[in-house]
Structures are given as structure tokens and as C-alpha cells.
């Protein structure tokens, strides 16, 4: 049959802001702006604490056991803002950070300081490393938990200019300018405020959802979740293989800082304070292109920015930064340019704290610890690479040591495909959804359909599903809806139970169950809804065969979810054939306590989703329960004509719904048209190599 394709009314385009335009996610704007002031004033004490406690009294090693616990808490903290947004949501993990901060740094100046009790100051500048890691990498969980994928690399990269740009960037500044004023004791009072100020900028004033509840699914057990934040580096190899990217992205900056000063100072021949300010330029370069590289990340591929920016652009780039000094002696400009590019390429992993969490959707939480957790290994690989090679192998080999593991790290990343993503994929201009129908055996046309890449503009971030009739066969509810009323009454024939369901279908109007409770079962809608449930499983054979070949290519590109009025068993059979990694949100009518058509299991979506509804569309077979629902909260809806779908719907039953499908391939071609677009002309097809044939005569 011809299938009516809807446009979106016009009148429905939503207002972008600057936020928008600038791949920041706006509902999370303001977590933005606080963590970069939280930033800033945890960067205030990174120039001068050492030598303050050492001019009150301290020795060298007590500082330097100072700074040796605190990094280890650091390094424990990182870790844990991944496993505890999992278990408590990454709000109460921020605010967990936020208080510990405030709470400690208190302590330190009030009481350890004025007194230099060393213990104490121990305890409080130790454990205060619990702080900043909790509340920035639980705002990084955040913001890879509620960002739409195809818009992660950028919202990351924002993440990572706001927090390189305070610490210790803009934190340096502040503190250049508030010592001469007030004083270095004050000053560290003048960074607790800003902790404060922006601790709660960004807990205040961010209303996106997503981030209010643990991330990890309901009914999991908190300590499965909390060792789960481990296991998964072995229970999912890629996140294994990330997290080892990530301790070689840093290990050699940390490690080179061993040696480098005393390279660029007497072998090369420069002053401490041109090196000093070489590696201003270094960082300086970094925070500039920690955003531009999250855009070019979701621009052309996180891992081909990762590999090739990333892995290979720092393995020539710290190569560069030995060889050139040595070559050129004392140039200065020389020495600059090389340090900016290391910092440049340093830049080129960013994308892997997007790529990570999309490498487990449903653990999202635990894929960051293992993240973080690499980023805590690289402060001791490095230092300990530099240690062990310095000697034998001298500044050269060293910095050979250091490109090599780059190199590796580049050729690592090429292995960390996303759920359902294959080397044999064919693509269009970027796009993982290209060529969809080659993937699921052909469209209802026979052929594949080319898209590109969305974009922001395409107003859809996320879209939901139903389960029967769009994932699994509607047959297996009917089945079991068949058995129940032979139980409760064996006189019904398989005939007549199958003239009212199809009856019904046709009319697509009220519930299937209270029809059929209503025509056989005297009413008792209740006992016939328990014993079907007892009989509704979802065997292997009942998944559509479109189903995972193009969900696999649409979770790359947007949030994916579930609403459905499903027993929970249906999430065992989503295990089972592949499916349940790739959404994001699942929510279902015994989860939530409401049953669809009510219009709450539809906005409990959204709240979880933390995505509006004007830029979500919804896909499911039934008029009653699914389109109208969904089109009164202002969701795009999608018919599907299969399932309890009418057989042959009327004109009217096609004008509801914003677009009709009958296979799930057609649904790229649906997002195509509410970006606005129309199929591409045949002679406006790019081909890349045409057929040299002589024309008939």
C-alpha cells in the first residue's frame, strides 16, 4: 500500500539559543558557567600553596606527602563520580564534592593553618581531594547521560574548556591578582567563595532531570552497581581498552614534567621562566582546542578524531617538541609553536569521554569510573615510565617511549565500536544511518536509503518506542490473551476469538483487553489480564528482523528509549537479542504505575530523557494508545502498520498520525522529512564512479 509520510506544521519550530548554536546542551547551561567558577577557585592555591605552607614552616617532604595524598584521593575520587552516579544520580554526587570541598577547606583555614598542626592539615588538604573530582566528573556523568549522542563530542569539549580554563588557567589569574591586594591567607579564603558560588550555580540552577536519579537500572543491587564500576573493564573489553587510552592521553604531559624543565633549562638553554611560560602557551593552546576538537569529534567520528588528532597528531607532536629544541638550539618562537601543537594534539582525545559512555548506554555511570579511573592511573604511569627509563635510555628514549604509547593508543581506539556498529558498515557522508535497508535486507523498496549526517537543526534528539507490533510481533500478546480466555472459558473458539480481535484491530478504538473480557469472559477484564500476563514472553522468533540493524545505526545518532506497557520480562528478551545497550531510557507501565493511554508514562519518559518533547518523536502501532498520547504532549508521532495495527486503515485513521510507516526503514526517511528535506532528485545523486558506456543508437 502507498504509505502517508507527514511534515511537521510549521508553527512547531522550537527557538534555538546561542546555547544551542554552540552544541552547549541548554538545559545545562548553568552547570556549565558553575563549574568553570568551582574551577577557578579550586585552581587559586595550584601556583602558590607549596611555597606558603613551606614559608609557615613546613619541610619539603611534608608538602610533598601533602600533595602525594591528596593526588591519591583524587585519583579514588574520579573513580568513585562515576560508580556513585550509577548508584545516587550525578546531582547528589556533585553535591557530595560541593560539601566535602567547603566542609574540609573550612577546617584547613580556620583551624590547621593558623595553628600548622600537620596532622591536621594532612586530614584536611588530603581528604579535600574527595572534593573537586566528585562535583566536576560527576557534572561530566551528567552531561553524557543527558546529552542526545550525536551532540556528545561537543558537550563534552565544553566540559573540558570550562574545567582546563578554571584549573589552573583562569585559577593562576585570580590568584596573580588577588594576593597583591589581599593577601595569600585571604586568597584562599576568596577561593573557597567561588567554590561555593559556583557549587551552587550549577546545583541550583540546572533543572534537567536526568541527572536527579542513579543511572544504573532499577532493581539493580548497590553493591553489583558499585563492583560493577570495576567489572566492567573486563565484562566489556572496549571499556577496558578506553580506559587504557585514557591513562596514555595524559601519562606522558605528567611524565615529561619529570624531566623537561631541567631539558629546556640546561640542555637547551633557556631561562625557568621561558619554560614557565612555554608551558602556559602548551595549556593555554590545550583549553582552545579541548572545545573545537569535541566539535570536530561529532563533525567527522570520535574515534577517527581520537585516532588521528589524538593518538598520531601527539606522537609526531611530542617527538617535535624534543627534536626541534635540539635542532634549533635556543629559538624561542620555535620552541613556543611546538608546544602549542602538543597541546593542540593533547586536545585530540577529548571525544573519548563521549565515546566511552556510548560504549555501554546502559551503564553509563560505570563506563565514566573506568574513564576517570584511567585518568588517575596516567598521574603515576607517566612519572613512573619517566623514573624507570630516564637513566638507560636518557631524554630520547624516554620521549621515543612516549610517541610509541601514543601510537598504540591510536591504533587501540580503532577497536572501540559502538553497540551494534560493524566494520562492513557502509556509510554516506559520515552518516551511520546511510545505507540502513543494505543493513536489514532491503526497504520496502528493495534498496537502500541514503541519508546524511543530522544535525542539530533536524529538531529530534530522542526517539521512543513501543515494544509489540514495532520491536516484537503483537502475536505474542494475542497468543497469550487466546490462552487466558480458554482457561476461563474453553467454550470460545479459536474463530471467534479471532473474527472480535481483528474486528477490533480495524477499529483501533478502546482497549483490546476489555473487548475481549467484555465478549467472553463475562467483564472480569481484571483475573483476564493476570492470566494472560502469566503467558506473554517474547521468543526469539517474534523480533522483527528490521528491528536491530536499524536501531543499532539510529542509538549512534540520538537517544533511543522505550514506552510500553510491556511485562518486565520483555527487558530479559531485550538482553537476550542485543538490544536492551542500546536505549537510554526505558520505562514501563509496572515501573512507572500507569498504563498507556495515560499521558504520565509519556512524560515520565521525557523527565528520565531530560529532553524536550518537541524534539522527540514516538513510534507505535496503535492510534489510541500510542499517537494521540504522544501528539497531545507535543511529541512527533509515527504510525507503524503492523501488529494490532488496522489491516487496511481508512483516510481519516492516515491523517492523524504526524507519519506512516510499515517497516522501521522507513523511519530514516521520516526524520528526513521533519528536518524539512525532501528525497534527493535522481540526477542530484553523487556517485563515485559512473559506468563508461556507449549510448544506444
Given amino acids: 500500500m502507498t504509505t502517508s509520510l507527514g511534515l511537521p506544521h510549521s508553527g512547531t519550530e522550537p527557538r534555538r539559543s546561542w546555547a544551542d548554536r554552540f552544541g552547549m546542551p541548554r538545559a545545562l547551561l548553568w552547570g556549565y558557567v558553575g563549574l568553570l567558577i568551582f574551577m577557578i577557585g579550586d585552581g587559586v592555591e595550584a601556583g602558590y600553596l607549596s611555597p606558603f605552607m613551606m614559608d609557615r614552616g613546613l619541610s619539603g617532604e611534608q608538602v610533598a606527602l601533602m600533595w602525594t595524598l591528596y593526588g591519591v584521593t583524587v585519583g579514588i575520587a574520579a573513580w568513585l563520580s562515576g560508580a556513585l552516579s550509577d548508584l545516587w544520580g550525578p546531582r547528589k554526587v556533585m553535591w557530595l564534592g560541593l560539601g566535602i570541598w567547603a566542609a574540609l577547606q573550612v577546617l584547613l583555614l580556620a583551624i590547621a593553618i593558623p595553628t600548622m598542626n600537620f596532622t591536621l592539615i594532612l586530614f584536611a588538604f588530603g581528604l579535600r581531594g574527595f572534593g573537586y573530582p566528585l562535583f566536576a566528573y560527576g557534572f561530566l556523568v551528567w552531561i553524557a547521560a543527558a546529552t542526545p549522542q550525536r551532540r556528545l563530542g561537543t558537550a563534552v569539549g565544553w566540559f573540558w574548556f570550562a574545567f582546563t580554563g578554571g584549573l589552573p588557567t583562569l585559577g593562576a589569574l585570580v590568584a596573580a591578582g588577588m594576593i597583591p591586594l589581599v593577601g595569600e591567607y585571604e586568597t584562599l579564603w576568596f577561593a573557597l567563595i567561588l567554590i561555593i558560588l559556583g557549587g551552587l550555580l550549577a546545583l541550583l540552577a540546572v533543572k534537567e532531570r536526568t541527572g536527579y536519579h542513579r543511572l544504573a537500572p532499577e532493581g539493580e543491587h548497590p553493591v553489583k552497581t558499585l563492583l560493577g564500576s570495576v567489572s566492567i573493564l573486563w565484562r566489556n573489553p572496549r571499556i577496558g581498552a578506553g580506559a587504557i587510552v585514557r591513562t596514555i592521553n595524559t601519562a606522558p604531559q605528567f611524565g615529561f614534567l619529570v624531566f623537561m624543565p631541567t631539558f629546556f633549562t640546561e640542555t637547551i638553554g633557556f631561562t625557568l621562566s621561558e619554560w614557565l611560560r612555554l608551558l602556559t602557551v602548551m595549556f593555554a593552546v590545550n583549553i582552545v582546542f579541548n572545545l573545537i576538537f569535541g566539535v570536530v569529534g561529532d563533525k567527522v567520528g570520535w574515534r577517527t578524531t581520537v585516532c588521528w588528532f589524538g593518538g598520531i597528531g601527539s606522537a609526531v607532536s611530542i617527538l617535535l617538541l624534543y627534536y626541534v629544541p635540539v635542532a634549533a638550539g635556543a629559538n624561542y618562537a620555535l620552541a613556543l609553536l611546538v608546544a602549542g601543537l602538543y597541546g593542540a594534539t593533547l586536545a585530540g582525545y577529548v571525544p573519548l569521554s563521549a565515546l566511552m559512555p556510548s560504549l555501554a548506554p546502559q551503564h553509563k555511570g560505570q563506563a565514566m569510573a573506568a574513564l576517570n579511573l584511567g585518568a588517575g592511573a596516567s598521574v603515576m604511569v607517566g612519572p613512573a615510565i619517566a623514573g624507570i627509563f630516564l637513566g638507560p635510555l636518557g631524554v630520547q628514549g624516554v620521549m621515543i617511549i612516549f610517541a610509541g604509547m601514543y601510537v598504540f593508543s591510536a591504533i587501540l581506539v580503532l577497536f572501540l565500536k559502538l553497540p551494534g556498529e560493524t566494520a562492513e558498515r557502509p556509510e554516506t557522508n559520515g552518516s551511520p544511518v546511510g545505507h540502513l535497508a543494505a543493513m536489514a535486507g532491503g526497504s520496502v523498496l528493495g534498496h537502500p536509503i541514503m541519508l546524511r549526517k543530522p544535525s542539530p537543526e533536524d529538531r529530534v534528539d530522542a526517539i521512543f518506542f513501543d515494544i509489540g507490533g514495532t520491536i516484537y510481533d503483537d502475536d505474542c500478546f494475542a497468543q497469550a490473551l487466546l490462552t487466558a480466555v480458554h482457561e476461563l472459558n474453553p467454550d470460545v473458539t479459536d474463530a471467534d ?100 493511554p495515560d499521558r504520565r508514562i509519556f512524560q515520565h519518559a521525557l523527565l528520565e530523557a531530560g529532553i524536550p518533547a518537541d524534539r522527540t518523536v514516538y513510534v507505535g502501532n496503535r492510534l489510541d494508545a500510542d499517537i494521540r498520547p504522544a501528539q497531545s504532549l507535543g511529541m512527533r508521532a509515527v504510525w507503524m502498520l503492523r501488529g494490532e495495527a488496522p489491516p487496511a486503515p481508512t483516510e481519516r485513521q492516515l491523517s492523524e498520525p504526524d507519519a506512516v510507516i510499515s517497516s522501521l526503514t522507513g523511519l530514516p526517511l521520516v526524520l528526513e522529512r521533519f528536518a524539512g528535506r525532501e528525497p534527493t532528485p535522481p540526477s542530484a545523486v553523487q556517485v563515485h564512479a559512473a559506468a563508461k558506456t556507449e549510448a544506444p543508437r
Fill in 497 to 596: 476469538f479471532w473474527a472480535v480481535y481483528d474486528a477490533h484491530r480495524q477499529y483501533a478504538k478502546g482497549s483490546l483487553r476489555t473487548t475481549i473480557a467484555e465478549r467472553f469472559v463475562g467483564g472480569r477484564r481484571t483475573e483476564l489480564d493476570e492470566r494472560a500476563r502469566a503467558h506473554w514472553e517474547y521468543p526469539q522468533s517474534s523480533l522483527y528482523s528490521d528491528v536491530l540493524p536499524v536501531l543499532s545505526a539510529l542509538a549512534q545518532q540520538y537517544t533511543l528509549g522505550i514506552i510500553a506497557n510491556s511485562r518486565e520480562n520483555v527487558l530479559d528478551a531485550l538482553e537476550r537479542d542485543g538490544l536492551r545497550e542500546l536505549f537510554t531510557v526505558t520505562t514501563l507501565a509496572d515501573q512507572v504505575g500507569a498504563v498507556k
